[in-house]
């Protein structure tokens, strides 16, 4: 990872944190006095860790553990929202701002409501399971079914 | 990685979709598991975890197993 990828990624966090939503490929250039080329390549870069994962049109898909596209895990904390790409993800923006959360999640299987609340760092349900589809030494090939 | 409120709900899940029976962790586990993975995301000093640490943070909330494990 460049000094340049280190920058573009808190600047992408720092984006998603302000405006509550992924800013796009020229958005990021125009940001940091960067060419679109030099962009899209560090976007790469940092998508080889899987942190980031882009969209077959480049566009950001994913910044790990927010998702650029809606699913079914938004994550509410203060007056803001966003979507975590899973589960994981999900507590994980609460893990990651240090700050309470709703997660309004249901059960993946019949859509039952499951909602999740952390609260001064501890996850106050305790019923519910989380399943992985796929053996971790194959999540990324199969992202969405992981 | 999905939320389902029971065992047979995961049953019926990859029944539907016809996928084999996966892994699975506690809801607490998996708050534990985001904690140890996002903590740090916002540090300017951020690397990915290398597999070896990833292996560890699993370890650590109790994820063993052959299911687990990063490399084949």
Redesign the interface.
Same mark, same amino acid.
């Given at each position: !990872?460049t000094a340049h990828d +280190?920058t573009l990624?808190?600047y992408v966090?720092d984006h998603i944190l302000r405006h509550e939503q992924t800013p796009s490929v020229s958005e990021i250039a125009k940001a940091l006095k960067a060419s679109l080329r030099e962009t899209r390549a560090a976007l790469v870069r940092l998508s080889e860790? *899987?942190?980031f994962m882009l969209q077959e049109d480049g566009e950001l898909w994913r910044a $790990? /553990?927010f998702s650029a596209v809606p699913t079914p895990f938004p994550v509410r904390v203060g007056k803001k929202s966003w979507y975590g790409n899973?589960?994981?993800?999900a507590?994980?923006? +609460? $893990? !990651?701002?240090?700050k309470d959360a709703d997660i309004n +999640?249901?059960? $993946?299987?019949?859509n039952?409501a499951?909602p999740?609340h952390?609260r001064s760092g501890k996850?106050k349900?305790?019923?519910?399971? %989380? *399943? &992985?589809? %796929? /053996?971790?030494?194959r999540w990324y090939e199969d992202v969405v &079914?992981? | 990685m999905l939320l389902f409120r029971s065992e047979l709900h995961i049953d019926r899940w990859c029944q539907q979709w016809n996928r084999p029976r996966g892994g699975t962790m506690t809801l607490a586990q998996c708050w534990q598991l985001a904690r140890e993975w996002y903590a740090d995301r916002l540090s300017p000093d951020w690397r990915p975890k290398t597999a070896g640490e990833a292996q560890a943070a699993f370890a650590r909330i109790g994820l063993t197993g052959e299911f687990w494990r990063l490399s084949r």
């Amino acid at each position: !990872m460049t000094a340049h990828d +280190s920058t573009l990624r808190l600047y992408v966090y720092d984006h998603i944190l302000r405006h509550e939503q992924t800013p796009s490929v020229s958005e990021i250039a125009k940001a940091l006095k960067a060419s679109l080329r030099e962009t899209r390549a560090a976007l790469v870069r940092l998508s080889e860790s *899987h942190a980031f994962m882009l969209q077959e049109d480049g566009e950001l898909w994913r910044a $790990a /553990p927010f998702s650029a596209v809606p699913t079914p895990f938004p994550v509410r904390v203060g007056k803001k929202s966003w979507y975590g790409n899973c589960i994981w993800d999900a507590l994980g923006i +609460s $893990a !990651m701002l240090a700050k309470d959360a709703d997660i309004n +999640s249901t059960c $993946a299987c019949c859509n039952f409501a499951m909602p999740l609340h952390i609260r001064s760092g501890k996850l106050k349900e305790k019923a519910g399971i %989380v *399943h &992985f589809a %796929v /053996p971790a030494c194959r999540w990324y090939e199969d992202v969405v &079914f992981t | 990685m999905l939320l389902f409120r029971s065992e047979l709900h995961i049953d019926r899940w990859c029944q539907q979709w016809n996928r084999p029976r996966g892994g699975t962790m506690t809801l607490a586990q998996c708050w534990q598991l985001a904690r140890e993975w996002y903590a740090d995301r916002l540090s300017p000093d951020w690397r990915p975890k290398t597999a070896g640490e990833a292996q560890a943070a699993f370890a650590r909330i109790g994820l063993t197993g052959e299911f687990w494990r990063l490399s084949r």
